[in-house]
């Protein structure tokens, strides 16, 4: 039986290719610094993004959470967008770990501006947190993969410097956005103080982000990441998954986000409706009726198609790795018939 597996870009599998790197992988222990796969890994990705340095971490989130911990103090004011992974899918940590005060704003598309942020921010007194750092995210998972306007980007970071605060760039799905709009990553980046990467998603590692920025902030991050409980040691098989997935599967990006854009542009249903531009490779419908998301996500796990339910009304679909031209025309037929609980 197959099973089309699109509930996300993470449920990727190694290929054989990655196997056999990560078998091979010179090691160390990357606690003393002394893993050349890891060394090897972190000193590529902070050149493709033009950066000092960078440092390996388990996951998205822990890169996320340590730049956090890096830009701010206790007590301080974190500014981002209300539907961002900081903001909704990192447990908490920003309270627990860095213990900021969270500030959300409104978005159209997950595109702030600098309006926005300028109206969010505390006044600096005695009775106010002070705002110290700004959080972007390139590309939206919220937004539906949307990729931020980089003269966005270049503005809002140049006016948020100029108002004292850090920016981090939640860069996850950074590599969506470089292959969508054609700028070098390095670009992509050079307005912000602090960019985490990710490889497990659509890259198709098993395990790994980077975080990246100037030298000082990353000596932090490493300090903290102990902290943290991310010091790890012969950890060069997993860098080597990632260095595979940087030097094989980059510019097959590209078929993920066409995948996408046959879903988006063949459903034929009264009741579905992608309400979002489909700048990359995610997917997400708006479902009519009480109760439908749900129904619709049930009809097609009977149908051998995994989706996700992402909020009331909404069903989210990711292309990936393992997708096949011939899954995304199965995927369409099965979402095309659904009749659903609609009343």
Not at 65 to 74: E, F, G, R, S
Not at 156 to 175: E, F, N
Not at 234 to 259: F, K, M
Request: proline share 5%.
């Amino acid at each position: 039986m197959n099973i089309i597996d699109m509930r996300s870009d993470t449920v990727t599998l190694p290929s054989v290719g990655m196997r056999q790197a990560m078998i091979e992988a010179p090691v160390g222990d990357d606690v003393f610094g002394g893993d050349p796969t890891v060394n090897l890994l972190q000193e590529k990705v902070a050149d493709l993004l033009g950066k000092e340095a960078a440092l390996f971490v388990p996951s998205g989130t822990m890169g996320n959470q340590l730049a956090l911990k890096v830009h701010t103090q206790p007590g301080d004011q974190m500014i981002l967008e209300g539907g961002a992974h900081i903001y909704r899918y990192e447990g908490g940590g920003p309270g627990l770990l860095a213990g900021v005060l969270t500030t959300c704003v409104p978005s159209d598309g997950g595109q702030i501006t600098w309006e926005k942020i300028a109206g969010a921010m505390n006044p600096l007194d005695v009775h106010s947190a002070p705002p110290t750092l700004l959080c972007l995210e390139n590309t939206h998972n919220r937004a539906g993969g949307r990729v931020l306007a980089q003269e966005n980007v270049v503005e809002i970071s140049a006016k948020a410097h100029m108002a004292g605060l850090r920016v981090h760039l939640d860069g996850a799905r950074l590599w969506h956005a470089h292959i969508a709009n054609g700028l070098s990553l390095a670009e992509l980046v050079q307005p912000v103080d602090t960019v985490s990467v990710c490889f497990s998603k659509a890259l198709g590692a098993p395990v790994g982000s980077v975080l990246a920025g100037d030298a000082a902030s990353i000596q932090q991050a490493y300090r903290f990441r102990k902290m943290f409980g991310g010091g790890m040691r012969q950890v060069g098989i997993l860098a080597a998954g990632c260095l595979y997935a940087l030097e094989n599967q980059l510019d097959r990006l590209a078929e993920d986000h066409h995948h996408a854009t046959v879903l988006a542009t063949g459903l034929d249903h009264p009741a579905l409706r992608v309400n979002h531009p489909v700048d990359t490779n995610i997917v997400i419908m708006d479902v009519k009726g009480p109760g439908a998301d749900q129904a619709l996500v049930e009809h097609l796990k009977e149908n051998n198609v995994l989706a996700m339910g992402f909020g009331p009304g909404r069903v989210r679909l990711i292309p990936n790795l393992n997708t096949s031209a011939k899954d995304v025309q199965q995927v369409l037929d099965v979402l095309n018939s659904f009749s659903g609980e609609l009343n």
